[in-house]
């Protein structure tokens, strides 16, 4: 789940990082340039589809391992990372029209939502934090 929690913090940092250089949100190239041109010229939709594939594979391995660790409750792994995968190309969509790349902020608690993911509750005892305190 690391793999999937640090993954959602890279999208994120990665569109902020390019948002500052460039002065605006420049969305996914793979979405951008497959959506325009797809029907248009085969190699470039190959090319998109390819690097598209690539990233579903990640997380498809990310959440597979997950769900080894018991960790993940969804038994499909591809139709999990194709979700996840779906609702982050959209929202870096939505960062790229809103020009707002805080859209994209808070990724990791829908993406584990999507994988059915366990929810982990700190441990309480004598060396918690949350020692004498409801962790809720």
Request: proline fraction near 3%.
């Given at each position: 789940?690391?793999?999937?929690?640090?993954?959602?913090?890279?999208?994120?940092?990665a569109?902020?990082?390019?948002?500052?250089?460039?002065?605006?949100?420049?969305?996914?190239?793979?979405?951008?340039i497959?959506?325009?041109?797809?029907?248009?010229?085969?190699?470039?939709?190959?090319?998109?589809?390819?690097?598209?594939?690539?990233?579903?594979?990640?997380?498809?391995?990310?959440?597979?391992?997950?769900?080894?660790?018991?960790?993940?409750?969804d038994e499909n792994?591809?139709?999990?990372?194709?979700?996840?995968?779906?609702?982050?190309?959209?929202?870096?969509?939505q960062?790229?029209?809103?020009?707002?790349?805080?859209?994209?902020?808070?990724?990791?608690?829908?993406?584990?939502?999507?994988?059915?993911?366990?929810?982990?509750?700190?441990a309480?005892?004598?060396?918690?934090?949350?020692?004498?305190k409801?962790?809720?």
């Amino acid at each position: 789940m690391e793999r999937l929690a640090e993954w959602s913090d890279y999208v994120y940092q990665a569109q902020k990082d390019k948002s500052k250089k460039y002065g605006h949100v420049c969305g996914c190239l793979a979405a951008s340039i497959g959506a325009e041109l797809a029907t248009q010229q085969e190699k470039i939709r190959t090319k998109a589809e390819e690097m598209m594939s690539r990233n579903i594979r990640y997380l498809e391995s990310a959440i597979a391992d997950a769900k080894q660790e018991g960790l993940v409750t969804d038994e499909n792994t591809n139709a999990a990372a194709q979700r996840v995968h779906s609702f982050v190309v959209g929202a870096i969509v939505q960062a790229k029209i809103q020009n707002d790349v805080e859209v994209l902020h808070n990724l990791e608690p829908t993406v584990m939502a999507i994988i059915r993911a366990k929810m982990l509750v700190p441990a309480c005892g004598p060396d918690s934090v949350f020692e004498g305190k409801d962790p809720l």
